[in-house]
């Protein structure tokens, strides 16, 4: 049985230790794409000017300021999910002590997926602010995103507790870093267009779901031809990495 009441109990649960421990949990996490986006836009955009971009030519800047809303969600969101995920599992056993109480495990499990994913659209609205107020970004467009925010926050959130579900121990939480989140993060148009990639690398970049991301948050400065497949893209990574993700968590919890 699943109701919101015990859904959002597991939530206010992990958002009030947040309160007492977010200067050290928050800040490294929001702060990497505000650095991104000063160091590279102050140091790149004189040298580049201006990208050419579905067709049109923009600034570095506006162009660039996007991609760091994407790197704002991906990365807060996928660590909540399995550093955080993997801590309460393995060392603190806060999973074990919810399932005392009068809660199930699918009500734990959206719960934990739900406050990962917040972490992603807290960090990339606060990204998108430090945007408007360099006249990057619109807060129009940023209400507007705020659709895809959530999206990508629920991915990058499953794909942290299907992580935190796989792994035995806490250094092997280092595999999916470096063999999915760098590569994403360098090759999914969040710096350059992808379109400068060579064939194959321009053909794994498409798939990996922060390029549905990145384009969607670009939407204006010219929505993708395929953008109504770009959703359905994202929606079936968050449907295939959460059904997982439930599955190894359940059985590393009932059949250890």
């Known amino acids: 049985m699943v109701t919101l009441w015990g859904v959002y109990s597991v939530w206010r649960r992990h958002a009030k230790v947040f309160q007492n421990t977010w200067v050290v949990n928050f800040l490294p996490s929001i702060l990497e794409p505000i650095i991104y986006l000063v160091a590279f836009g102050s140091g790149l955009s004189p040298l580049i000017g201006e990208v050419s971009y579905a067709g049109h030519s923009v600034s570095y800047l506006k162009f660039l300021a996007p991609g760091m809303i994407a790197v704002g969600i991906l990365y807060p969101a996928f660590f909540e ?3 955080g995920t993997f801590v309460r599992l393995s060392f603190q056993k806060t999973w074990q002590g919810m399932l005392t109480a009068p809660l199930s495990f699918t009500e ?3 719960g934990d997926w739900l406050w990962a994913a917040t972490r992603g659209v807290m960090s990339g609205l606060i ?5 408007i107020a360099w006249g990057l970004y619109s807060g ?3 209400l507007l995103s705020l659709p895809f925010i959530c999206l990508g926050s629920l991915l990058f959130a499953a794909l942290g507790l299907l992580t935190a ?3 035995k121990t806490v250094d092997q939480l280092n595999f999916p870093v ?3 989140l760098v590569p994403m993060f360098t090759l999914c148009g969040t710096y350059f267009p992808r379109e400068t990639l060579p064939t194959l690398l321009n053909l794994i ?6 390029s549905a991301l990145t384009d969607l948050l670009r939407w204006h400065l010219g929505l993708p031809s395929n953008w109504l497949l770009e959703i359905l893209w994202m929606l079936l990574w968050i449907s295939g990495l959460a ?8 059985w590393q919890l009932f059949h250890p």
């Open 81 to 83: 999910g399995a550093y």
């Open 108 to 110: 734990v499990f959206l």
């Open 127 to 131: 990204t998108g602010l430090v945007a």
């Open 140 to 142: 129009w467009y940023l």
């Open 165 to 167: 579900g796989s792994v």
């Open 178 to 180: 470096i063999l999915l």
């Open 205 to 210: 970049a498409n798939f990996l779901p922060l």
């Open 243 to 250: 059904g997982l993700a439930w599955k190894k968590i359940h």
